[in-house]
């Protein structure tokens, strides 16, 4: 079995204003801790790598048409994006906030 880490730890560990954000993302939809925080950031941050390679292939490209969809798809089940915004466009501009 293939393991692969849940969250990425900042680069630095005491900057106030990430602190800030962070506490008022955990007092706002009842985390637990900082690594709840982390965990959904280091999804958002997959999510938008997978957006910005498949967008640097060509519209017509097979594999950009397959993925894209199913990359949608994915979004608009777990609510985080409109079902009127289907482009690949739109998930570039995901937020930590639109997958909690």
Known sequence: RNYSKTYKTPR????????DGELKL???????????????????????????????????????????TALLRRMHRIGALD??????DYVLGLKIQDLL
Request: positive net charge.
């Open 26 to 68: 955990i007092g706002e939809y009842g985390l637990k801790n900082k690594r709840e925080v982390w965990r959904v950031k280091l999804a958002v941050a997959r999510i938008r790598k997978a957006a910005r390679m498949l967008l640097t292939l060509d519209e017509k490209d097979p594999k950009r048409l397959f993925e894209g």
């Open 12 to 19: 630095r560990p005491f900057e106030k204003e990430r602190l």
């Open 83 to 88: 079902d009127n915004k289907n482009k690949l």
